[in-house]
């Protein structure tokens, strides 16, 4: 959420227009019965929202979710991590770019601090669940921190993914110039330390897997610009006041929220998704500059 755009002037969404509680226990229902089991929580930054535990322990209880997961920017996970996990919360994703502390200042643009986000992850690793890095690699940005965060990762138990800079919403200045390839990333790691490649853990696992052959753990690559994979996408994103996309680079979603408030039973939001999804042709990845159209921010979607 840069602070550029999301500065003390910025207007917020009224409450009322946002989803609630209820109305997003309701949307996993639906999900579930359209074969959903992974539901993860993200933003913007999910721990901003009061009571999020809460919300959840409702996920959670809902039968067929499987894995309940979130992604956050880690700055506040210190102080939620315990209840987190008591609320039934199954994994956490961090995002985390840099060690060095002027260039993660740089790429988070709100003067979060680099120990903060590490305490965060500790915290959660001694709550006992498993943890994931996310870093964006941006070449002239944050290219060197590769081995640094790599060599990290390894010593922390952590599984880092690394991701290619993607043209996610208008406002990041992407250009091809910047994309540092899986190939790459993976021949610099190759660099540290030996490696093998990991099969799937299931259809339609975004990133690329590989392993160390010293046993510490594994990390992944996300080649969405250099290898696409719509066709195994299984994605789909659900905004905070309730817009449905079926791509992380939509122009547009559907307007869930409106079925929600109007629709008195659980089978016509089913339909609604179910319908939803049945009409999606997305495959921006593999389309990608043949139909340049305006896309939401990653701030806004999540990832």
């Not at 996993?28 to 009571?51: F, H």
């Not at 250009?175 to 021949?187: H, M, N, P, S, W």
């Not at 340049?292 to 806004?300: G, I, L």
Request: aromatic share 6%; proline share 4%; hydrophobic share 40%.
């Amino acid at each position: 959420m840069p602070s550029e755009v999301f500065g003390p002037g910025y207007q917020f969404l009224p409450r009322d227009e946002i989803l609630n509680f209820d109305e997003l226990v309701r949307t996993v229902r639906a999900g579930v019965e359209l074969g959903v089991s992974k539901v993860r929580l993200t933003g913007g930054e999910p721990l901003l929202r009061r009571g999020v535990e809460d919300l959840v322990a409702m996920i959670a209880a809902v039968p067929g979710v499987e894995d309940l997961a979130m992604t956050t920017n880690g700055i506040l996970l210190n102080h939620h991590a315990k209840n987190l996990v008591a609320a039934g919360l199954d994994r956490v994703t961090v995002s985390l770019d840099a060690l060095d502390e002027e260039i993660f200042a740089k790429m988070n643009g709100v003067g979060a601090k680099v120990d903060r986000v590490l305490l965060g992850i500790r915290s959660v690793q001694e709550s006992g669940l498993p943890v994931k890095v996310n870093m964006v690699v941006q070449r002239g940005i944050n290219e060197q921190e590769i081995v640094p965060m790599i060599r990290w990762s390894h010593d922390a138990g952590v599984i880092l993914r690394f991701i290619e800079f993607m043209d996610v919403g208008e406002t990041n200045g992407w250009d091809t110039v910047e994309v540092v390839t899986a190939e790459e990333i993976l021949d610099i790691v190759s660099e540290q330390f030996p490696v093998e490649e990991v099969s799937a853990a299931y259809p339609g696992e975004v990133a690329k897997r590989w392993r160390f052959l010293d046993g510490a753990g594994e990390f992944g690559i996300i080649s969405s610009v250099s290898q696409p994979f719509c066709g195994d996408c299984s994605r789909l994103r659900v905004s905070a006041e309730g817009k449905v996309f079926t791509c992380l680079f939509a122009s547009e979603g559907a307007d869930l929220r409106d079925c929600l408030r109007s629709a008195v039973a659980d089978r016509d939001v089913t339909e609604f998704i179910r319908g939803l999804w049945g009409r999606r042709k997305d495959r921006y990845s593999e389309e990608r500059g043949e139909d340049e159209r305006p896309k939401a921010e990653m701030s806004y979607l999540g990832g």
